[in-house]
């Protein structure tokens, strides 16, 4: 009982601090984990022939419908 009534106040700062909580921040914080993101991944792989180790532009097949 006493658990359920210490959640719920919990809960309920947590509700308010974000209702609270700017919009420009929250977006800043964003943008910042999206750069870090970004920084991280790979870059675009550059094909290349293995024949005659030139450059190879990637094929497009279409799709065959039966």
């Known amino acids: 009982m006493l658990q359920a009534i210490?959640?719920?106040t919990i809960i309920g700062k947590v509700?308010?601090?974000i209702e609270k909580a700017d919009d420009k921040r929250i977006a800043k914080s964003?943008?910042?984990?999206?750069?870090?993101?970004e920084k991280?991944?790979?870059a675009?792989?550059?094909f290349v022939?293995?024949?005659c180790g030139?450059?190879?532009k990637r094929k497009?097949?279409?799709k065959r419908r039966r």
Request: proline share 3%.
């Open 6 to 8: 210490l959640i719920k």
């Open 30 to 37: 964003l943008h910042k984990r999206i750069a870090k993101l």
């Open 44 to 46: 675009p792989a550059e």
């Open 60 to 62: 497009k097949n279409k």
């Open 54 to 56: 030139c450059e190879a």
């Open 15 to 17: 509700m308010e601090a």
């Open 40 to 42: 991280l991944a790979h």
């Open 49 to 51: 022939c293995t024949s």
